[in-house]
Structure formats: C-alpha cells, structure tokens
Antibody, heavy 118, light 107 residues
Framework: EVQLVESGGGLVQPGGSLRLSCAVSGFTVRSNYMNWVRQAPGKGLEWVSI???????YYTDSVKGRFIISRDNSKNTLYLQMNSLRAEDTAVYYC????????????WGQGTLVTVSS | DTQMTQSPSSLSASVGDRVTITCRAS??????LNWYQQKPGKAPKILIYSASSLQSGVPSRFSASGSGTDFTLTISSLQPEDFATYHCQQSYNIPRTFGQGTKVEIK
C-alpha cells in the first residue's frame, strides 16, 4: 500500500525556519518525481517545488532562494527546508508524487499545517 | 508561467443535476490537463488525467474533454458524495500550475 506521511509543520515566527518531512512507503522516492504543493486557508492549490528522479529541482518564484527540496534515499523521505518564512507562507503543505511523464499527481500525503505568525 | 482559470468559482446544484466546470490555460498545454476532487480537510484526489482519461476507480458519471487551452469537466448526474471542490492542473510544464478551484455546493 502506498502511503505518504508529512510531518514537521507548526507555528513559527516570521523570519524563522521549519523543515517538513514526507515519509513514503510503497514506492521509492529516488525513482520518482516528487512535489510539494501548498494550500493557504480558504484558497486554492499552489505548486511549490519538484525534485526529479535525476536530482534536478525547481521552485515557484515566491519561494526561490528561501526553500530547498531534498530527499534522503536511505530513509525514503522527501524534505522541504523552509527559511525566511513569511506570513504568506501560511498553508497546509502536501507532498505528492508526479508520474514523471507529464501525468497527474497520483499519490498525496494528508498534509501538514504551517502557520507563520508572531 | 501558464495561468489556469476555472469557471465558475462556485456553483449550487441539486442531486441528479448535470454539472460542467471549465478550465482555460493561458497557453497551450496540449492534453496535459488533470482534474482533482478535494473534500474539506482532505488531500486532493485525482479524477481525470491527460484531459479525458478516467482514473481507475472513479465513477463513470465523471467525464472530461478538451485540448490546447480549453477544457471541461462534466458530472452527468450529481451525487451527494460529489459535493466538493474541483481543481484543474496543467502538467505540461514547470511550474505545474493549478486553477483556483470550483466549489460545488448543495442547492
């Protein structure tokens, strides 16, 4: 059975940092394209970042230079290091698998809430 | 970036109604267009991929069509479990942009 379990969310002050984790079972993270998607309260979905199976990474403009996507192959876990957090980063963050062929995000985690507030 | 625009933003419908949601891309995304259903407090779930292919396990009352820049999602006979928010997403290029969502509410 495929499972993606996010953790690491919480309350952080503006300017602070947080690292999100997405522990995966049922498939190998390093062999797949993996994404972070976020959803601000009451808003739509916003794609944040992707890491390709080959290791290339991409980010939405608003997080470039502040967020870093990575993976630990030995733990089969995806990460999102979030630095210099802003109030507008407040959202539920989901990890999701991309089939890598231009297809959909077919597996999603349950999400973890990040709140940036003083 | 490819902008995705859904309409309407929300709609009210009754059980048994036929519902159509549209999604327009700011540039061609070929058939790299996906539709997700999301219920409150839950992660999105894939319904349709590659513009018109039904994901395994999704009821046949869901269908979709389109290519290039204009796409539609149709629910042929709305069921109680279909009241949710629907999102389109292009997977043609990076960033993999989403529409703003369409909330389907009970009339």
């Amino acid at each position: 059975e495929v499972q993606l379990v996010e953790s690491g969310g919480g309350l952080v002050q503006p300017g602070g940092s947080l690292r999100l984790s997405c522990a995966v079972s049922g498939f190998t993270v390093r062999s797949n394209y993996m994404n972070w998607v976020r959803q601000a309260p009451g808003k739509g979905l916003e794609w944040v970042s992707i890491i390709y199976s080959g290791g290339a990474t991409y980010y939405t403009d608003s997080v470039k230079g502040r967020f870093i996507i990575s993976r630990d192959n030995s733990k089969n876990t995806l990460y999102l290091q979030m630095n210099s957090l802003r109030a507008e980063d407040t959202a539920v963050y989901y990890c999701a698998r991309d089939d890598g062929q231009g297809g959909p995000f077919d597996y999603w985690g349950q999400g973890t809430l990040v709140t940036v507030s003083s | 970036d490819t902008q995705m625009t859904q309409s309407p933003s929300s709609l009210s419908a009754s059980v048994g109604d036929r519902v159509t949601i549209t999604c327009r891309a700011s540039q061609s995304v070929s058939n790299y267009l996906n539709w997700y259903q999301q219920k409150p407090g839950k992660a999105p779930k894939i319904l349709i991929y590659s513009a018109s292919s039904l994901q395994s396990g999704v009821p046949s009352r869901f269908s979709a069509s389109g290519s290039g820049t204009d796409f539609t999602l149709t629910i042929s006979s709305l069921q109680p479990e279909d009241f949710a928010t629907y999102h389109c997403q292009q997977s043609y290029n990076i960033p993999r942009t989403f529409g703003q969502g369409t909330k389907v509410e009970i009339k």
